[in-house]
């Protein structure tokens, strides 16, 4: 075990070799300066000193030997009679010689003895004769400073040392703060008095309007409810995609109520020590309750919420402070006016006991925006925004299926900024759709130089995807945009497709169409330079993922009919899925989705076979424009001049 650690340890780490032996270094000082300071003081007191027994001392008292007695309560110090003689004596002839000799310098030999608990020793010392005795006066303040030197130095030193091992280990663990910051609720809980959101400033999610109104009623006048015995509600929870307007409801729920919300987000529970999250869950209860009614927001509350039972041994963190919650959630008395509102767009991993009745119980679900709540969406981040008369804010909402709310948004200020960009007052409907691309694509790479080989690929890959989505739809227009302008985020070039306007059902004809129009672009290059490109590898990804979703989730197989084979593992971030069947189905799976695949790659090439005219005629005119849309392309199909076609209302500029 050690051994191995040792070897691990070899790896070239010369950074600890050299600290162990700065260490060493410093002890081996230490020790020899200790000596050293023992040396000296015992040759100090050494000089001319002997020790003498207690007997030897008293005998010699008793024959009138000493001189001079200097009493401790450990030692006596004495000198005697014959030494003090000789030392003058010593001196005299010392100064005959050298007038200038110091007087009293010829030093008088001592002798020290432990004295014993002797109380004759004085009237003794009297009767023969000795000339001084007593003890030194001690200076009270140098006991305080050997005090404060032998005893407290030495502790504040250490604890000086542990102090700067503690920051020193938690600075290379990553700062936890201090230790003193241990357990304390220092969670960025955000209270705002008033959230000035209104309703009104949430657009479309009438749905979840509606089911929050009662909330708010409640917060008004709770008694309405107590009185007939009804119990209120304790939360409820918002799922959604992200960027679907959640926190903005919770905080128009806030705003239109009048009262002061709290808001937290999940990951901001998840610390490194154990305890800290159930103290903060505590903390924020224990503030929500002073000043109630009012809502408590909990942002990604999946990421303590998740189910205890889905993982070994499990995290305790999460677990207590998931605890924690339901226990402060049972806790609080209704009637006060806590109103808990969590947020989640992955409600099927939260654990069954938040979503027991008088808990999380209510489920509001915040759903992408429909063309009318796009277009209200739109009209309200517009409302200080300085539009130009060819604004036309319905065509951007059709233009921007499948856009959250925040998308929106977002789209409405990259607007403006473009306008102030080119020198305008107002926002145009050019300046709105570019920033829709921006938005969804990113910005244009500038700087990418394709060849005019690739560029003709590009184009008839991208209008490949196009004519084979536009002819099995009866001629209805079905992308919004294709261009061979690399952006960022995209691909060399890219069509954009409409989604589909409010459809909730997809048939396997559908999906059958679906994953044509995905191998349309490869199936152009095949057909026009007999070629592949790696630029399809991204629709092949999804093609295959569609048919594999065709058979195992949705049941549309021959083979294996309605039986499913996968379970959903999380609807609304990236549906990502597990198999749920044997490995010998799965292989089976496999093959029944290459079939699927290679019918609709044979039917997407005939498509564009019996179109050859209207490929080549599209892809001249985007290789000349680089950028056109859908109506752009539908005119051409029908045999008209594209330039007249109406681009949702705008002038390219
Ligand atoms: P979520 O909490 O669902 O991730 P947010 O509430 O944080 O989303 O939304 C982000 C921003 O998007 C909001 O501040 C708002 O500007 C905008 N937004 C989202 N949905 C809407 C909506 N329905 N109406 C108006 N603005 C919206
Ligand atoms: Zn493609």
């Given at each position: 075990m050690n051994q191995n650690n040792n070897q691990n340890n070899q790896g070239g780490n010369k950074n600890n070799r050299k600290n162990t032996l700065g260490i060493l270094s410093i002890v081996l000082w230490a020790v020899i300066l200790t000596a050293a300071m023992q040396l000296l003081v015992s040759a100090l007191r050494s000089d001319k000193t002997d020790e003498i027994p207690y007997s030897t001392f008293r005998q010699w008292v008793m024959e009138d030997k000493v001189a001079t007695v200097k009493m401790t309560s450990s030692q006596f110090t004495f000198t005697l009679v014959e030494d003090e003689k000789a030392a003058q004596e010593a001196q005299e002839t010392a100064q005959q010689k050298n007038p200038f000799f110091p007087v009293g310098k010829t030093p008088v030999k001592q002798y020290v003895?432990?004295?014993?608990?002797?109380?004759?020793?004085?009237?003794?010392?009297?009767?023969?004769?000795?000339?001084?005795f007593g003890t030194d006066l001690v200076d009270q303040s140098t006991y305080v400073w050997s005090f404060i030197l032998s005893q407290i130095l030495p502790i504040v030193l250490m604890v000086a040392a542990m102090i700067f091992l503690f920051r020193f280990m938690s600075s290379k663990m990553g700062g936890m703060g201090g230790v003193g910051g241990v357990g304390k609720a220092n969670a960025k809980v955000y209270m705002e008095k008033k959230t000035g959101v209104t309703?009104?400033?949430?657009?479309?999610?009438?749905?979840?309007?509606?089911?929050?109104?009662?909330?708010?009623?409640?917060?008004?006048?709770?008694?309405?409810?107590?009185?007939?015995?009804?119990?209120?509600?304790?939360?409820?929870?918002?799922v959604g995609s992200p960027g679907t307007g959640k926190t903005l409801l919770a905080k128009a729920v806030a705003g239109e109520a009048n009262v002061p919300f709290f808001s937290i987000s999940g990951s901001d529970f998840v610390e490194m020590f154990v305890g800290v999250g159930a103290s903060r869950v505590r903390d924020l209860f224990k503030e929500a309750a002073k000043v109630a009614p009012c809502i408590i927001f909990i942002d990604e509350i999946d990421t303590i919420g998740k189910s205890r039972d889905n993982r070994m041994g499990g995290n305790d963190e999460r677990e207590q402070t998931l605890n924690q919650l339901l226990a402060e959630l049972d806790g609080f008395d209704p009637t006060k006016g806590i109103i808990v509102l969590a947020a989640t767009n992955r409600p099927e991993v939260l654990d069954k006991a938040l979503l027991r009745p008088g808990r999380f119980d209510r489920r509001i679900t915040v759903d992408r925006p429909n063309l009318a709540g796009r277009l209200a969406t739109l009209?309200?981040?517009?409302?200080?925004?300085?539009?130009?008369?060819?604004?036309?804010?319905?065509?951007?909402?059709?233009?921007?299926?499948?856009c959250v709310g925040a998308d929106l948004a977002n789209l409405v200020n990259e607007a403006a900024l473009r306008a102030v960009r080119h020198g305008r007052k107002a926002v145009n409907q050019q300046d709105l759709l570019s920033s829709f691309e921006l938005v969804i694509a990113g910005a244009e790479k500038k700087g990418t130089v394709l060849t005019e080989k690739e560029k003709r690929l590009i184009a008839y890959h991208e209008v490949g995807h196009a004519l084979v989505a536009a002819k099995q739809k009866d001629d209805v227009m079905p992308v919004s945009k294709i261009t061979i302008v690399p952006h960022v985020q995209g691909a060399l070039g890219y069509t954009l497709h409409l989604p589909e306007e409010e459809k909730f059902l997809m048939t396997k004809e559908d999906l059958y169409s679906e994953i044509r129009t995905l191998l349309g672009g490869r199936c152009a290059e095949e057909l026009v330079f007999d070629t592949k490109t790696s630029g399809a590898s991204n629709d092949i990804e999804r093609a295959t993922e569609l048919a594999r979703k065709l058979v195992a989730m949705f049941g549309m197989s021959d083979k294996f009919g309605a039986m499913g084979l996968t379970t959903v593992q999380n609807q609304y971030l990236d549906a990502s899925y597990g198999l749920t069947c044997a490995q010998a189905t799965a292989a089976q799976l496999d093959e029944e989705v290459r079939k699927i695949i290679d019918s609709c790659h044979k039917e997407a090439r005939g498509i564009l076979e019996e179109n050859r005219a209207d490929l080549d005629a599209v892809a001249a005119y985007l290789l000349e424009k680089e950028t056109i849309t859908g109506q752009e392309m539908m005119a051409i199909l029908k045999g008209d001049d594209p330039a007249t076609a109406d681009n949702y209302g705008a002038n390219p500029s």
């Open positions: 003895t432990a004295p014993l608990n002797d109380d004759d020793i004085i009237p003794l010392m009297e009767e023969h004769g000795v000339k001084e309703f009104a400033d949430v657009a479309g999610q009438d749905e979840a309007k509606e089911s929050l109104e009662e909330i708010i009623d409640f917060l008004h006048n709770p008694g309405k409810y107590t009185e007939i015995g009804a119990k209120l509600p304790k939360g409820a929870l918002l009209q309200v981040h517009t409302r200080n925004i300085r539009l130009a008369e060819d604004v036309d804010l319905k065509k951007i909402a059709q233009a921007t299926a499948g």
